[in-house]
């Protein structure tokens, strides 16, 4: 059992669900030094805090090594399956169906331009015809 130092490290019950669905290391390669709760928890770090990757407290990993795992599950997929698995334990414990069958959409959602798709607004790189004479510098009569 490991203490919490920092607010954002996982409890021992959010890391016994968690565990199950990082991937498993396959014996290729050089082994890792550091455990996958250490790097979840640098990671949560980082998250709830904002603080650049490079200043991470000495109590973690180093940043690199953090940083090259968090991309490594960004890229497969990992923090989805995990998102989706946290989603439906959710839903089933508040009693609605474990997979929605349906989104809203609002307004706050799904912008559109302000002025409804026309367009406003002074274009400098805009060529103004006159008779045959194209002026780029100026809307006046060129001659």
């Given at each position: 059992?490991?203490?919490?130092?920092?607010?954002?490290?996982?409890?021992?019950?959010?890391?016994?669900?968690?565990?199950?669905?990082?991937?498993?290391?396959?014996?290729?390669?050089?082994?890792?030094?550091?455990?996958?709760?250490?790097?979840?928890?640098?990671?949560?770090?980082?998250?709830?805090?904002?603080?650049?990757?490079?200043?991470?407290?000495?109590?973690?990993?180093?940043?690199k090594s953090v940083?090259?795992?968090?991309?490594?599950?960004?890229?497969?997929?990992?923090?989805?399956?995990?998102?989706?698995?946290?989603?439906?334990?959710?839903r089933s414990r508040?009693?609605?169906?474990?997979?929605?069958?349906?989104?809203?959409?609002?307004?706050?959602?799904?912008?559109?331009?302000?002025?409804?798709?026309?367009?406003?607004?002074?274009?400098?790189?805009?060529?103004?015809?006159?008779g045959s004479a194209?002026?780029?510098?100026?809307?006046?009569?060129?001659?």
């Open positions: 059992m490991e203490s919490k130092k920092y607010a954002t490290d996982l409890s021992d019950d959010e890391w016994g669900y968690i565990k199950s669905y990082l991937p498993v290391p396959t014996g290729r390669g050089r082994p890792k030094i550091h455990g996958s709760r250490a790097i979840l928890d640098a990671v949560f770090y980082v998250l709830k805090t904002g603080c650049p990757w490079r200043l991470l407290p000495k109590d973690f990993p180093p940043w940083y090259d795992r968090f991309r490594k599950w960004r890229i497969d997929g990992t923090f989805e399956r995990l998102n989706a698995a946290l989603r439906e334990l959710l508040l009693g609605r169906n474990p997979l929605p069958s349906a989104g809203i959409a609002d307004s706050q959602t799904t912008k559109t331009t302000g002025v409804g798709g026309e367009h406003r607004g002074y274009d400098a790189t805009r060529r103004f015809e006159v194209t002026c780029w510098w100026t809307p006046r009569v060129c001659s």
